[in-house]
């Protein structure tokens, strides 16, 4: 019987990251991940952030979110390096057509190129817009926890990259402790607003990437209040069903009334 | 983009097009021509048979047009298979909460009655010389314990993309659990309107004809009601609709594919003898739109 495995994931301090971009280099670079458009790539105009989104072939992505004021007196740059969150309830998991869509020895999310045929559905589940088709491959991709390399003890690139340990790695017991820690010393600072996102079971489940944010989830791109794909499926059903019985029973009506009708007119003379 | 209206609107689209908003049209009319075929053989007349037929020829080329247009819309195209077979073990691939599993099972298996009933209808029109096959429909027990279970799959297929659609954290698909009632009541408005058309112009012009009529605009009067409950049922992620495509909702679906042949069903001597077909034509064209709407509005916000 294999030895269970702890759970992992990432810790994410937003108010440390300072916008160098070496996990995403890490991890293209560790992941063998294509350029954007052969590498002629153009500039977003939105800030330093031309990396733009989360994708098939950008696994992890910082985003800029600057702060200002009309006048540009004050203002603050909101950093935050964005991944898959390798949720414990996971909706691409879920919805997975093909079990392409893994959970691992790690309790991270994998989904197996080899076994995905493209249907997207995981794309439309996913409330984060993690995931995306990746052009050289054809099939969806996304962050893999780095599975390769922690299957060979190792660490994910990113985080082994990370300058600042704004992206920790480690079990999540461990790192939910050190978040913890981090909010409350935040707070005493007078940082008031600082707390973590996705850290506890209320959000699916749990994230296996979290974070520390100093603002409102939806300023950094984030789902307020995620949810499972599957909580529409009971209801849904249903009321198609309902609607399968109202058309059955139009029919019925409509092709019995009018024999009853119609045998009585040929009845007359 | 309002950020706040909905956790939905963090998701990002799947970016399905054309292709699926085809077979959402046919898969319609694969599922809704069975079933009204069934309700035919089942509680028609027997002169009303060659309209059941009708269903039954629509209903198969449907299928087989849903099933190449929703492979070529896979990425990979040539690993179909792995929607029923899981491709590392060789086992059943078969989840019963993902709607895009068991709708692909439902196809799979609604495949085989379908061929059934149209090999049934074939043998019928003298078409195939196999007298067993005419078993194969009602009036017979055999042929009405097929026609019965394959109108359930009928059903099934015409509206699991509705729930398929609204088991996603996308906004409106996911923001409303009516999508699947919607989609089965239309499938059933556009397959009677299709059968009208064909009908008319292969002169199967039998009794039935009257009550196929009166079903369509009972149907649209449904759909219309049942569009308007999606609208409500959306609460703040309607304004997602206050756009070009909600006008094209408005002028497409609403009045070009539901006021407009009502209004040709009550008004029967508008158009004379074109009446029925602008009617049909008005339902099919009504449809489409609605699945064109639903299908990429959603991905636009």
């Known amino acids: 019987m294999p030895v269970p495995i702890e759970p992992v994931g990432f810790y994410t301090d937003t108010t440390v990251c300072i916008g160098c971009k070496a996990c995403e280099v890490a991890c293209k670079e560790w992941n063998q991940l294509p350029s954007t458009n052969g590498g002629v790539n153009t500039l977003s105009g939105d800030s330093y952030d031309n990396t733009r989104a989360l994708d098939g072939i950008h696994w992890r992505h910082v985003k800029f979110i600057e702060q200002f004021t009309e006048d540009r007196k004050d203002g603050r740059w909101l950093l935050m390096s964005d991944v898959c969150k390798h949720c414990v309830n996971a909706p691409c998991l879920e919805v997975c057509p093909t079990g392409a869509i893994v959970r691992t020895e790690f309790d991270s999310v994998v989904i197996q190129s080899d076994a995905c045929n493209g249907c997207r559905d995981c794309i439309a589940a996913c409330p984060f817009g993690v995931i995306e088709v990746n052009p050289a491959s054809g099939t969806a991709q996304k962050c893999t926890l780095c599975y390769d390399r922690l299957q060979g003890g190792l660490e994910p690139a990113c985080s082994k990259a990370c300058p600042t340990q704004s992206i920790q790695f480690g079990t999540i017991k461990e790192l939910k402790g050190r978040a913890e820690k981090r909010v409350e010393q935040l707070q005493q600072m007078g940082e008031k607003r600082a707390y973590l996102y996705g850290a506890d079971e209320k959000m699916l489940g749990g994230l296996n990437s979290f974070y520390l944010l100093v603002d409102k989830p939806e300023v950094y791109g984030l789902p307020p209040d995620p949810k499972m794909p599957t909580r529409n499926l009971a209801s849904a059903s249903w009321f198609s069903a309902f609607g399968a019985v109202l058309i059955g029973l139009m029919g019925v009506i409509n092709f019995r009334n009018r024999s009853a009708r119609e045998n009585g007119q040929e009845q007359r003379p | ?301």
């Open chain 2, 1 to 301: 983009m309002n950020t706040a209206l909905s956790s939905t609107f963090f998701s990002a689209p799947p970016e399905w097009g054309w292709l699926i908003v085809w077979y959402f049209f046919f898969g319609g009319l694969a599922g809704g021509c069975y079933f009204i075929a069934v309700l035919i053989d089942l509680f028609g007349r027997p002169e009303d048979r060659v309209l059941a037929r009708l269903g039954y020829y629509i209903s198969l080329p449907s299928l087989v047009i849903s099933a190449i247009l929703l492979t070529l819309d896979l990425t990979r195209p040539l690993r179909f298979w792995h929607m029923l077979i899981e491709s590392n073990t060789y086992q059943i691939m078969f989840k019963i909460w993902s709607p895009m599993s068991v709708g692909s099972w439902a196809l799979f298996i609604f495949g085989i009655f379908s061929l059934l009933a149209f090999l049934s209808a074939l043998a019928e029109d003298g078409q195939l010389q196999r007298p067993a096959a005419k078993s194969l429909r009602p009036p017979g027990a055999l042929g009405s314990i097929i026609a019965a279970i394959g109108g359930l799959f009928g059903f099934f297929v015409a509206g699991y993309t509705g729930v398929l659609l609204a088991v996603t954290n996308r906004p409106i698909w996911s923001d409303t659990p009516l999508l699947g009632m919607l989609f089965v009541v239309s499938a059933a408005s556009i397959s009677a309107a299709l059968m009208i058309l064909l009908a008319h112009k292969s002169g199967r012009t039998t009794p039935g004809l009257n009550a196929l009529h009166r079903l369509d605009s009972w149907v649209v009067a449904l759909e219309f009601v049942v569009l308007i409950a999606v609208m409500i049922s959306l609460g703040p992620v309607f304004r997602a609709w206050l756009s070009a495509w909600g006008l094209l909702l408005l002028l497409g679906v609403i009045g070009l594919g539901m006021l407009f042949p009502l209004a040709l069903h009550w008004r029967k001597e508008w158009l004379g003898n074109s009446n029925s077909t602008a009617a049909a034509l008005s339902v099919l064209a009504g449809g489409f739109i609605l699945r064109m709407v639903i299908v990429f509005s959603a991905q636009g916000v």
